[in-house]
């Protein structure tokens, strides 16, 4: 169906900066939304951002202003530009595809990539 790797990550200093990357594979005409959510160490995934076919983005109060996510329609890709990174952005960034119309002619949705972590520490 839909495979999603993801990209990036690694180690960075508090007001670095990082950039992830996903790529989505399979039989796919299009993907509604695209988008990254994190999970913390005892905490629950949350949304970091999201951006839909159409261009709309939804982000986390916390991120406005420093990430902005970006993505490829025609190669479905999604990329998060992550700026001023603080510790409490550490966590497993995970990739996220929400109703893929695959060749098919079937809507399918929803896919998660396997994550990357992201720390930021000094």
């Known amino acids: 169906q839909v495979q999603l790797v993801e990209s990036g990550g690694g180690l960075v200093q508090p007001g670095g900066s990082l950039s992830l990357s996903c790529a989505a594979s399979?039989?796919?005409?299009?993907?509604?939304?695209m988008g990254w959510y994190r999970q913390a160490p005892g905490k629950q995934r949350e949304l970091v951002a999201v951006?839909?076919?159409?261009?709309?983005?939804n982000y986390r109060n916390s991120v406005k202003g420093r990430f902005t996510i970006s993505r490829d329609n025609t190669n479905n890709t999604v990329t998060l530009q992550m700026t001023r990174l603080r510790p409490e952005d550490t966590a497993v960034y995970y990739c996220?595809?929400?109703?893929?119309?695959?060749?098919?002619?079937?809507?399918?949705?929803?896919?998660w990539g396997r994550g990357t972590q992201v720390t930021v520490s000094s």
């Open positions: 951006m839909t076919r159409d261009g709309s983005t």
């Open positions: 996220n595809a929400d109703r893929a119309l695959l060749g098919d002619g079937k809507t399918y949705g929803n896919y």
């Open positions: 399979g039989s796919i005409s299009s993907i509604y939304a």
